[in-house]
C-alpha cells in the first residue's frame, strides 16, 4: 500500500471489538444514513463494528446520538465517497481487523443475515479474497444485475487481500473505487458473488447528469492509465466501456440539442490531464433532466442510456418497491 490519507481525520470515536468492520460515507445525508444503520444493526448471526466516514458534515454527531456503539471517523475535508472509503479501509487495516466491508449509505441488504452468509462463503475457501452479494433492480428477485461497471455494494473484503494491492485512487472522488478494487482483486486473487444474499441499491436515473458522466469518465481515465496492479485484459474491458460512455455523450448532444455534454466530456480529459487532484470540478449543468411523475403505464418507454436518444416524454425504471415513471424536461 503506497501513500496513507489518515492524517485527513480531524475528529474520531473508534472501539474496535469484532473482527469485521463495516465501512459507510456519509455527507449530509442524515435520514438515508440512520435507515441504513437501522437495518445493519437487526442483522443476526454474527457481531460486527459499523464505522461511518463523515466528510466534514454533521451526520456524525446527529448519528452517534442514535446510535451509541457507532464508530466514526470525521475529514477535514470532503474527500467524495471514494476518498472516504479509502481512508475507511486505511484506518481498519491500522486497527487490524480481519475482514473490511464497503458499502454506500443507502444500499440496502435485503437478508437479515445476509452479513453471516457472507462471512461463511468468504472464509469456506482460502483463496477467495471478497465475495460480493448479488444485485437485484427489482421486487423480483430472479432480475438480476450482472453488469461489471455497475456500482457494487457490501464488498466483503479479507484485509490480508487488500494489503496486497495498492488502494483505489484516493482522488476518484465519486464512483469508480468499487471498479478499481475489484479490477486489482480480480487481477491478482478471486472474488465470488454470493447467490444465497442479495441487496438493492435505488437507481435512479443519472445518465443524463453531467455530475456521473464527469466522475465516470475521469474515473475510468484513472483507472486505466494511472492505476497499478490491473490486469491488460480489465483494461482493455475498462476503455471499451469508456469508448462507450464518450460516445453517449456525443448523442446526447446531438440529439438532444444540448452542447454541455461535449463540454463535461473535455473538462474531464482536461482536469485528468493536467490535475486530477483538483477537487473543485465546475461541472456544466443539463438542459435536460429527469423528474419523477405519475402517469399511465402505456404512455412511458422503458429507461435506458440508448432509449434516451429516442427524446419520449416519459419513461420507466423498475424498482425494488415500484415501478419509476419520469419525465423528461428541462432543468429550470
Not at 464497503?102 to 465475495?131: F, H, P, Q, R
Request: proline share 2%.
Amino acid at each position: 500500500m503506497a501513500q496513507n490519507y489518515l492524517h485527513l481525520v480531524k475528529k474520531t470515536k473508534i472501539q474496535k471489538k469484532n473482527d469485521i468492520v463495516i465501512n459507510i460515507p456519509t455527507y449530509y445525508s442524515y435520514q438515508t444514513t440512520k435507515k441504513t444503520l437501522k437495518l445493519l444493526y437487526k442483522q443476526k448471526g454474527v457481531n460486527f463494528d459499523i464505522l461511518i466516514i463523515d466528510n466534514n458534515s454533521n451526520d456524525y454527531y446527529k448519528l452517534s446520538k442514535e446510535f451509541s456503539e457507532l464508530n466514526y471517523l470525521v475529514l477535514k475535508y470532503n474527500s467524495g465517497s471514494s476518498g472516504a472509503q479509502r481512508i475507511g479501509i486505511e484506518l481498519a487495516l491500522k486497527l487490524k481487523y480481519k475482514y473490511i466491508v464497503c458499502t454506500d449509505n443507502d444500499a440496502i441488504l435485503l437478508e437479515n443475515d445476509g452479513i453471516l452468509k457472507l462471512y461463511k462463503k468468504l472464509t469456506s475457501n482460502s483463496d477467495i479474497d471478497c465475495v460480493v452479494p448479488k444485485p437485484i433492480k427489482s421486487n423480483n428477485r430472479k432480475d438480476l444485475l450482472w453488469n461489471r461497471q455497475l456500482p457494487l455494494h457490501y464488498l466483503f473484503f479479507k484485509s490480508k487481500a487488500l494489503e496486497k494491492i495498492e488502494l483505489h485512487n484516493f482522488y476518484l472522488f465519486l464512483l469508480t473505487d468499487d471498479i478499481s478494487l475489484t479490477s486489482k482483486i480480480v487481477s491478482k486473487g478471486k472474488i465470488l458473488i454470493a447467490s444465497n444474499t442479495s441487496y438493492y441499491h435505488p437507481f435512479k436515473p443519472k445518465h443524463l447528469d453531467n455530475v456521473y458522466s464527469y466522475f465516470y469518465i475521469r474515473g475510468l481515465l484513472i483507472i486505466i492509465f494511472l492505476e497499478k496492479g490491473i490486469s491488460f485484459k480489465l483494461k482493455i474491458y475498462h476503455s471499451l466501456h469508456l469508448f462507450y460512455r464518450i460516445i453517449l455523450c456525443f448523442l446526447y448532444s446531438i440529439e438532444l440539442k444540448d452542447v454541455s455534454y461535449l463540454k463535461n466530456l473535455f473538462l474531464a480529459f482536461k482536469n485528468f490531464l493536467t490535475n486530477y487532484k483538483k477537487i473543485d470540478f465546475n461541472i456544466p449543468k443539463n438542459k435536460y433532466c429527469l423528474k419523477e411523475t405519475k402517469v399511465k403505464e402505456h404512455y412511458a418507454y422503458k429507461f435506458t442510456s440508448l432509449n434516451i436518444l429516442f427524446l419520449k416524454k416519459y419513461y420507466y425504471l423498475d424498482s425494488y418497491h415500484k415501478k419509476i415513471f419520469l419525465e423528461l424536461t428541462k432543468n429550470e
